[in-house]
């Protein structure tokens, strides 16, 4: 990390010339790097290949060195750069800097941030890193549909929602449907593209409304988002014995079978219902 402009000076020869200083100056050798070699364990395994491992000057945001594991194994090799003193560019850590390392954009926990120092030509072997994702998974795009069921026990409506989190791996998402009569961690399975979902009716005798159904998405390290749910409409459930509005009773006439073709060409009700309905007048 650059703190002058001006380096160094490395080594002065002073020769008296006739009355005169002839000063002679010769540049530093640049620093050597520090290198770095061992595990990277990211949410207690290692981490995957490909995952990016950086360090950074401790409280600044400056990296310093960065690379990705090699392996299955969670393997990495990383060089620490340094600044060179007789240059205005910044080109690395100063020697003694305290450095933060990451994986994936996490902050290791080992070795704590600030704990480790920049030593230039130091190699440093089996060196353990080790990261903890702390955030909970993100839930977002809730929906239900139909977005409306009738509480009878056989209507399904799909609930989706869409999940995303550090770890990227092992989220399981379920959701409380014991307010309309399921299960109250009813399990919502992986469809791909970070979509999770299940299908529900809503039990006879089940209260018409509009309930709030709510998530919950745990990820491998126990973090958890319980904040979001998705709103499902429950409505009474159909009768068609509801025409039977005159006597006899027991049975559909010819004009109570008419009223429910004319709630279906007012859009009371819908076809299928209206099928209810003239099937009981011919059955």
Not at 101 to 119: F, L, N, Q, R
Not at 176 to 185: F, K, M, R
Not at 257 to 262: E, F, G, Y
Request: with cysteine; aromatic share 8%.
């Amino acid at each position: 990390m650059k703190k002058r402009v001006c380096g160094s000076i490395g080594i002065v020869l002073v020769t008296a010339v006739i009355g005169s200083a002839l000063i002679v100056v010769v540049a530093q050798p640049p620093p050597i790097p520090e290198a770095y070699s061992g595990t990277a364990i990211l949410d207690s395994t290692p981490a995957q290949v490909g995952t990016p491992v950086t360090v950074e000057v401790y409280g600044t945001g400056e990296e310093v060195g960065n690379t990705i594991v090699s392996d299955a194994s969670g393997s990495y090799s990383l060089l620490i750069n340094f600044d060179v003193a007789d240059t205005v560019e910044d080109e690395g850590a100063d020697e003694g800097d305290p450095l933060t390392w990451k994986i994936s954009g996490i902050e290791c926990d080992v070795p704590s941030p600030g704990t480790d120092t920049a030593e230039s030509g130091k190699i440093n072997s089996d060196f353990l890193l080790v990261a903890r994702d702390t955030t909970p998974p993100v839930v977002t795009n809730p929906g239900a549909t139909p977005p409306s069921i009738p509480a009878d026990g056989v209507t399904a409506s799909r609930l989706n929602v869409t999940v995303t989190d550090e770890s990227g791996v092992d989220v399981v998402v379920v959701i409380d449907l014991s307010a309309i009569g399921g299960s109250a961690t009813e399990i919502m399975y992986y469809l791909g593209d970070n979509v999770y979902s299940t299908e529900t009716t809503a039990a006879e005798g089940t209260t018409p409304g509009t309930y709030f159904l709510r998530v919950n998405a745990t990820d491998i390290n126990g973090n958890y988002n319980d904040t979001v749910g998705i709103a499902l409409e429950v409505t009474t459930a159909w009768d068609p014995w509801v025409y039977d509005t005159r006597p006899p009773y027991g049975v559909i006439d010819k004009g109570e079978a008419i009223d429910a073709v004319q709630d279906y060409f007012d859009d009371i009700i819908t076809k299928e219902q209206a099928l209810d309905v003239i099937q009981l007048y011919f059955g």
